[in-house]
């Protein structure tokens, strides 16, 4: 499958503390506005964060700034412990972060195992999560982390509400007709103004990613449809034509629907 950064809007609707193990997570590249940290408990995964790759093996931690692409895979397998931390959980820190962050690949082992012990304790919390209990989980991880570690400044990316708003848009009206005219105008800018903040952020123009959100919302249903008829997924899905939904379909996994879905 084509790599290309997604925005995981769900991430930023939750209005919960995120805390969980998981193991050999394959994840393409995305973003959300949380903060994501990653402990590595076993094995090792490759990993690109907002544009630098490394190697993570255990007791590495991986920190994810607000908005950075990011994606994993096992190394050749990996084990973790996830925290997806949304701004009412990391307020504290939010002068700190405003145009600083951590290095992604926070390699100290030796002080990283002084932060193990937490983990099991915030898994077992998030039983009967309580908002004030996992602030103060998530204050003592980032903490400790921005007291040990060297900060990096970073500059943030102007105008960056307005295409998340646009992404959210997308993500909730995929299977609607949408151009980038009606899309900038909607917004109230200028489409080619619209358009290159949209390639300059997303990598890609407005009407590929349009098409990649249809592609991977039209995979994600026929996971769930017994005796999946394609043409209407690909109609339901916001596509006006075969012939477009064949194009980008391929485009992204590099082989036919009829090789993934058997039809």
């Keep these: 499958m084509k790599e290309h950064v997604t925005y995981q809007a769900f991430h930023d609707r939750e209005s919960s503390f995120r805390f969980f193990y998981s193991e050999n997570a394959d994840t393409q590249p995305h973003f959300h506005r949380c903060i994501e940290m990653l402990y590595i ?3 090792r995964a490759d990993c690109t964060v ?16 607000r908005c950075a692409a990011h994606s994993l895979r096992p190394a050749p397998a990996y084990a973790n412990y996830v925290a997806i931390v949304k701004a009412a959980y990391a307020d504290d820190f939010e002068k700190q972060l405003e145009k600083e962050t951590l290095p992604p690949h926070l390699a100290d082992k030796a002080y990283n195992r002084t932060l193990r012990p937490l983990l099991p304790r915030m ?5 009967e999560p309580s908002f004030l209990v996992m602030k103060g989980y998530a204050d003592i991880l980032l903490g400790s982390l921005l ?44 489409k080619y103004y619209f358009s290159r903040l949209f390639n300059a952020y997303i990598g890609e123009n407005m009407n590929n990613y349009i098409n990649a959100v249809r592609v991977r919302k039209l995979a994600e249903a026929a996971k769930h449809t017994e005796n999946v008829n394609v043409s209407d ?6 596509f006006d034509s075969m012939t477009t939904f064949y194009r ?3 485009r992204i996994y590099g082989r036919a629907p009829s090789d993934v879905f058997g039809k």
């Design 41 to 43: 408990t076993a094995g």
């Design 123 to 127: 898994l077992r919390a998030m039983r």
């Design 50 to 65: 907002d544009g630098e790759s490394f190697t993570a093996e255990k007791d590495d931690i991986v920190f994810v700034r």
């Design 248 to 250: 980008h379909f391929e």
């Design 147 to 190: 007291q040990h570690y060297e900060r990096r400044p970073f500059s943030p990316t102007p105008n960056l509400s307005a295409v998340v708003d646009a992404l959210n848009y997308i993500d909730e009206h995929f299977a609607e007709p949408l151009t980038l005219d009606a899309l900038a105008a909607h917004f109230g800018y200028n």
């Design 233 to 238: 997924l690909a109609f339901a899905c916001g």
